[in-house]
């Protein structure tokens, strides 16, 4: 059965700081995605790894995917309030498997 | 995400009464997901399509569960009868261009 894991589930930063947020997986997985929400929103798709090495990056957000370790990393890079979310990670077994989620990180960012 | 529309979008209703969620995903897409959202279990998977077709109904929570796919453009997750403890907000979910999964707002379903 795959089962993920993130971890911290809370994290609480400083602007300008630096942060990964981890997610491991139990199983082998042909896809892992991140995903943000905000409070009362859907999830709003943010990266989607494919292979091992995999790496993706979108404005102070990068992930990579270790396909060996069963890993995968969201460093958030010189953090702002904005990125203040919940931020989940997926495993995906099979092309045209269903997604089994992490419990997700709340993330806040404070001045 | 844009193109996955679900309605109603708040819904609030008595104990007992059938409840019907609507589905309508995006064009192109092989494969629709059904998710469940609570506070105490996060995201769970209810069902899952592929190119219409059920594969994986294991999360249906019991036989008071039930979807449909009856075509591409439409699906339905009805609840009959209602509960309290089925107050969540139930997600739909479909899968795109680019192997991205895109999420419909959610129906926020309470019942009282």
């Known amino acids: 059965e795959l089962k993920v894991e993130q971890n911290p589930l809370f994290l609480s930063m400083q602007e300008g700081k630096n942060y990964t947020i981890y997610c491991n997986y139990s199983t082998t997985s042909d896809r892992l995605y991140w995903y943000r929400q905000d409070p009362g929103k859907s999830l709003e798709s943010l990266f989607v790894l494919l292979s091992n090495g995999a790496v993706k990056q979108e404005g102070r957000l990068m992930a990579s995917l270790d396909t060996k370790a069963r890993l995968s990393t969201l460093h958030i890079t010189a953090a702002v309030h904005d990125l203040s979310a919940t931020y989940f990670c997926a495993a995906q077994r099979g092309s045209q498997g269903n997604l089994i989620f992490g419990k997700g990180t709340k993330l806040s960012v404070k001045p | 995400d844009a193109g996955v529309i679900q309605s109603p979008r708040h819904e609030v209703t008595e104990m007992g009464q059938e409840v019907t969620l609507r589905c309508k995903p995006i064009s192109g897409h092989n494969s629709l997901f059904w998710y469940r959202q609570t506070m105490m279990r996060g995201l769970e998977l209810l069902i899952y399509f592929n190119n219409n077709v059920p594969i994986d109904d294991s999360g249906m929570p019991e036989d008071r569960f039930s979807a449909k796919m009856p075509n591409a453009s439409f699906s339905t997750l009805k609840i009959q009868p209602s509960e309290p403890r089925d107050s969540a907000v139930y997600f739909c979910?479909?899968?795109?261009?680019?192997?991205?999964?895109?999420f419909g707002e959610g129906s926020w379903l309470t019942v009282v």
């Open positions: 979910a479909a899968r795109g261009i680019g192997n991205t999964i895109y």
